[in-house]
């Protein structure tokens, strides 16, 4: 029996009898027939008994308390496999994997049989799911609301080495385990119609939304258990469903099977999550599906606050809504909409109360990612949305005009509705107006944010655009994930690093012990040892664990340069193949990445990375020395095995185009040097590591702007460098591609001619340069132990409890409350 946070007290018969009775009544199986999977199914709807048990009295208490929350909106949560990282918060790793070798079976094996729950493109569903983790593990009141996709991120294959998409079923036909569904919370959600004028009782005149068709919203609930202590809350999922025939003027018109067509349609909201990472769409069922997200999640967090007997002017007071990005900004006219037309405050009271309500969080600057809608979609599908933003604009105008009186130009500028041959809503200049908080997720970031992409709106509203650094939740990062390294902090700094990084420090005065440098590089082998025979067993190459372990993982993106990394792969075979004189440590290039199935070019750059690796890796002449590995469907529970095996972290995006990064601070954590430019995070990870214990290279932001400027010729540094060029005509050839010249050309065409916005080649020499400098320094094991160490303890800024305590301070005003 032991004490931890989540039971009192754990009882192991207890435990083994709700296993069994799982595994009999929830899943008609007997221990002796019952397949593994069964085996984990059945223990997580046990162990969920316990974190739905302790979700229930965390709300209860919360509503009886009367605590301020917060509400995270989101369209992604990444959660990840939920099962080993909510045994390690519930402090029951130790006795459930006793229970379960006692019945026959390892944990670590059942834990394998778990289908990671992709409801996320990358980097901004995965911070969701990280901000979670931190609220719940410092006990800040939350409530995470997002949408049940039925199917997820797709599942990508290769074939002859070019991108395959394949649905992603994440359920299974049983059900997730960890989930439970919500009946009594159930929303209905309105779509279309139009608006009516009428007068009040008192003769007033008011208007309102006369829906053209409705569907339901199914609550899902995932326990987000806190770390070692009682708290557990929810990660609220809405599924669309349409039950009833629910076109009302079809039906009303005697249309009863067009009707019914109409609204098995309208089922499909929640059906797929659209696979795009910064970039918009613009697709009619998305904007559906952020309505309705945003619908269902309002209703809940009034039906809260009214439910636990507030009252609906003091909602700011209690609730506080951020944004994560604009995919949720419909938030904003929604709760005007109700706040208006069912409450029937007056516009000055409504606004009040939503503008202190709402804060957005930027994710980005690239203007293909900056989202808008066209008025005539939201007018079709939202009519009384649209013309609530309208009249929020024409507010916002005034000010505008009395600040800069007679300007148009900053007018046209800052307008939510940009005029054009068809008028479009910007979310991001709604989110501006209509919040009291706009932060971004880097300290550049932010300043870029501020300096660039709204300078006039920081003018307006002093104070308002602010910085919170991104940050990761060392439990699943670390602890979880890589449990030698955990070993050896625990044994050094004490075993509460995990919900106190800053202990973490207390690793910087063994940088320099012999001793704890063979131990921490044993462990870095060890993990490199796991990722080689996953490699092996799942692609049959062999790897050497001696070679340095070079990895890039992350979405396919132009800006992320995933081909500046090939072309530097190429300048290396190159090499090895022409110059007797060169020598280097053997390396393996690691790559894991999905593009969006409809970005054209990214697929190309996995293609060719893919018939580089083929030939590569089969070519004796290298002697062993160059490897290129690509990891297909790559996803959390791979980053779990591929971030504590990495030396070498690349985060090499162009200055000034990822706004924060968090990968970077994954690898960074569990020992792996960066070879970044100064961009994102990175900036603030070199201002902790030092300058000696990164590898930062090419063009500064305002470097990248001014050749920009001057006019960026690609030519003139594939002139001027032989290896460049090299690398650059290898595409073009069948080198990797016997018998078919030029399938790879696309890429070097890009770079030449396609007006490259991303540098490419202008970074290239400083790469090649410090990769170089890499090469000399791993040589020295004792040098990369001490620059390794430091790295991990030099992290502890880039903890998401951090994150989040700067959100609570500075942004949500928001207390803990502990259970
Ligand atoms: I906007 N991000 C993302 O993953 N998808 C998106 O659609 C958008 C942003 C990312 C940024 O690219 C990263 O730099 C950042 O670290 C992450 O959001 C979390 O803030």
Redesign the pocket.
């Given at each position: 029996m032991t004490t931890n946070g989540q039971t009192q007290q754990f009882d192991k018969t207890a435990f083994k009898a709700a296993v069994e009775k799982h595994l009999t009544t929830t899943y008609a199986n007997t221990p002796t027939t019952a397949t593994s999977r069964s085996w984990y199914l059945a223990m997580g709807r046990a162990l969920a008994e316990i974190t739905t048990g302790n979700l229930l009295e965390t709300e209860q208490q919360l509503a009886e308390e009367k605590v301020r929350s917060v509400n995270y909106l989101s369209l992604e949560f990444l959660i990840g496999r939920l099962t080993g990282n909510n045994l390690i918060s519930m402090g029951l790793y130790e006795d459930v994997a006793d229970a379960m070798k006692e019945m026959g079976h390892s944990l670590t094996d059942l834990l394998e049989e778990e289908r990671d729950p992709a409801l996320g493109?990358?980097?901004?569903?995965r911070?969701a799911a990280c901000f979670m983790d931190s609220l719940a593990a410092q006990e800040y009141p939350a409530v995470g609301y997002g949408l049940h996709y039925e199917y997820g991120l797709f599942r990508q294959s290769f074939v002859d080495g070019r991108q395959v998409e394949a649905p992603d079923a994440w359920r299974g036909l049983e059900g997730y385990p960890w989930e439970v569904v919500r009946p009594e919370l159930n929303q209905t959600v309105n779509l279309y119609g139009h608006v009516e004028a009428y007068k009040d009782e008192n003769g007033n005149a008011c208007r309102r939304w006369v829906p053209g068709m409705t569907v339901e919203g199914v609550a899902w609930d995932l326990p987000i258990v806190g770390y070692d202590n009682k708290s557990v809350y929810p990660l609220r999922l809405w599924e669309c469903r349409s039950p009833a025939p629910f076109s009302l003027s079809r039906f009303n018109d005697g249309d009863y099977v067009g009707a019914q067509y109409s609204a098995l349609e309208a089922g499909n909201v929640t059906k797929v999550l659209y696979p795009n990472?910064?970039h918009d769409q613009g697709k009619a069922l998305r904007l559906m599906q952020q309505y309705f997200h945003c619908a269902c999640s309002i209703a809940d967090i009034l039906r809260r606050h009214i439910g636990a007997g507030n009252k609906i002017e003091d909602l700011a007071k209690l609730e506080t809504i951020q944004l994560n990005?604009t995919h949720p900004t419909i938030a904003i006219p929604e709760l005007m909409r109700i706040l208006l037309d069912e409450y029937k405050l007056g516009w000055d009271a409504a606004w009040t109360i939503s503008s202190k309500t709402f804060a957005y969080t930027n994710?980005?600057l690239l203007p293909e990612?900056l989202e808008t809608w066209s008025e005539a979609l939201i007018a079709q599908m939202l009519p009384r949305h649209m013309e609530i933003i309208f009249e929020i604009n024409h507010r916002f105008m005034k000010l505008v005009e009395q600040t800069w009186p007679g300007n148009n130009e900053v007018k046209r500028k800052l307008s939510i509705i940009e005029e054009g041959s068809q008028r479009m809503v910007r979310m991001a200049n709604l989110c501006v107006v209509g919040t009291y908080a706009v932060n971004g997720?880097a300290a550049l970031h932010s300043e870029l944010v501020k300096r660039d992409l709204f300078p006039e709106f920081d003018e307006l509203f002093p104070g308002r655009l602010t910085n919170v650094t991104?940050g990761v939740t060392p439990r699943r990062w670390i602890k979880y994930c890589n449990p030698g390294l955990s070993a050896l902090i625990s044994e050094k700094v004490g075993n509460d690093w995990p919900n106190k990084l800053e202990k973490i420090t207390g690793l910087e005065k063994f940088a320099e012990d012999k001793a704890f440098q063979k131990r921490y590089m044993a462990v870095k082998k060890e993990n490199k040892q796991r990722l080689a025979d996953w490699v092996k067993e799942n692609m049959d190459i062999e790897i050497d664990t001696n070679a340095i372990f070079d990895i890039q993982i992350k979405?396919l993106h132009e800006y992320k340069r995933q081909h500046l990394n090939l072309l530097h792969i190429l300048s290396l075979y190159h090499r090895l193949l022409n110059d007797p004189s060169f020598d280097m440590q053997p390396r393996v290039f690691f790559f894991g990445s999905k593009a969006a199935p409809g970005y054209a070019l990214a697929k190309d750059i996995i293609f060719a990375i893919n018939k580089v690796a083929e030939k590569v890796n089969s070519d004796s002449r290298l002697g062993g020395k160059l490897k290129v590995v690509f990891i297909p469907d790559y996803r959390v529970s791979l980053a779990e095995i591929l971030f504590p095996a990495a030396d070498v972290s690349e985060q090499i995006s162009t200055a000034g185009k990822?706004?924060?990064?968090?990968g970077n601070m994954k690898f960074a954590l569990n020992g792996a040097l960066t070879i970044g430019t100064m961009d994102?995070a990175n900036v603030e990870m070199r201002e902790e590591v030092g300058d000696e214990n990164i590898f930062i290279f090419g063009l500064l932001v305002d470097e990248v702007q001014k050749l920009k400027e001057e006019g960026y010729d690609p030519y003139r540094y594939y002139h001027a460098d032989s290896l460049l060029r090299a690398a650059l005509d290898l595409l073009e050839t069948d080198e990797f591609t016997p018998g078919k010249p030029g399938q790879l050309a696309t890429i070097r065409h890009n770079l030449l001619d396609g007006g490259d916005p991303y540098l490419v080649l202008a970074d290239f020499a400083d790469y090649v340069k410090t990769h170089e400098k890499i090469d000399v320094e791993y040589r020295n094991q004792e040098n990369w132990a001490r620059k390794a160490i430091l790295n991990t303890a030099l992290m502890s800024k880039f903890s998401s409890d951090r994150s989040i305590r700067d959100y609570a301070n500075n942004i949500w005003k928001l207390k803990p409350v502990n259970r």
């Open positions: 493109n990358g980097g901004l569903g911070l990472d910064n990005d994710h980005t990612a997720v991104n979405r990822e706004a924060s990064g968090t994102g």
